[in-house]
């Protein structure tokens, strides 16, 4: 890594996500008591996804060592399961159209190839997550459970899908081995 504004941005993304699993493991718990056991599995699933995120960005940063302030976007609170399911939306939309954005233009302008990878695999990811957390609030709202089972998450990049696995990931090319299904 060449480029401090690059390596901050890699920081604030690895924080970000890291603090969106701790957010949605303690969303899922919320969604399970209230019933809804589909939108408990989606949280839990997209909380592994995001820690797969935290972890490309993390390899991607591995040569520079050191104590950092890391500031990132976070969202806070814990509501009914509606009500979470609205923050995770807002989030991860905020992660597509701002953050992620412009931590890939200025990724591809300092020629930082690990994290342009790294912030482009979470993007695509982050914009499955929004839709599926939209899905999930609408069943919500009308006091249904989502109505699919099972979700897939790439343990490479974070690809999250809720139909059949993929012979490669659409995102980054693994193998249909490399999916974690909850």
């Given at each position: 890594?060449?480029?401090?504004?690059?390596?901050?941005?890699?920081?604030?993304?690895?924080?970000?996500?890291?603090?969106?699993?701790?957010?949605?493991?303690?969303?899922?718990?919320?969604?399970?008591?209230?019933?809804?056991?589909?939108?408990?599995?989606?949280?839990?699933?997209?909380?592994?996804?995001?820690?797969?995120?935290?972890?490309?960005?993390?390899?991607?940063?591995?040569?520079?060592?050191?104590?950092?302030?890391?500031?990132?976007?976070?969202?806070f609170g814990i509501g009914n399961t509606s009500?979470?399911?609205?923050?995770?939306?807002?989030?991860?939309?905020?992660?597509?159209?701002e953050m992620y954005a412009t931590y890939i233009?200025?990724?591809?302008?300092?020629?930082?190839?690990?994290?342009?990878?790294?912030?482009?695999?979470?993007?695509?990811?982050?914009?499955?997550?929004?839709?599926?957390?939209?899905?999930?609030?609408?069943?919500?709202?009308?006091?249904?459970?989502?109505?699919?089972?099972?979700?897939?998450?790439?343990?490479?990049?974070?690809?999250?899908?809720?139909?059949?696995?993929?012979?490669?990931?659409?995102?980054?090319?693994?193998?249909?081995?490399?999916?974690?299904?909850?």
């Amino acid at each position: 890594m060449k480029n401090n504004m690059t390596a901050a941005n890699l920081r604030s993304a690895f924080g970000g996500e890291s603090m969106a699993y701790q957010r949605y493991k303690s969303w899922g718990k919320i969604a399970m008591q209230e019933g809804f056991k589909n939108v408990s599995k989606l949280f839990n699933a997209i909380a592994y996804a995001e820690e797969v995120h935290a972890g490309n960005h993390f390899k991607a940063h591995r040569d520079i060592e050191g104590d950092f302030l890391v500031p990132s976007m976070a969202g806070f609170g814990i509501g009914n399961t509606s009500n979470n399911l609205g923050k995770a939306i807002s989030g991860e939309l905020f992660e597509v159209n701002e953050m992620y954005a412009t931590y890939i233009a200025t990724a591809e302008f300092q020629q930082e190839q690990e994290a342009l990878k790294s912030f482009t695999w979470a993007r695509e990811a982050e914009k499955i997550h929004a839709d599926l957390f939209k899905e999930a609030k609408l069943s919500v709202d009308m006091g249904k459970d989502v109505g699919f089972n099972e979700v897939h998450i790439c343990s490479v990049c974070g690809y999250t899908t809720v139909g059949p696995i993929p012979e490669k990931c659409p995102v980054c090319g693994a193998e249909k081995t490399k999916f974690v299904s909850f």
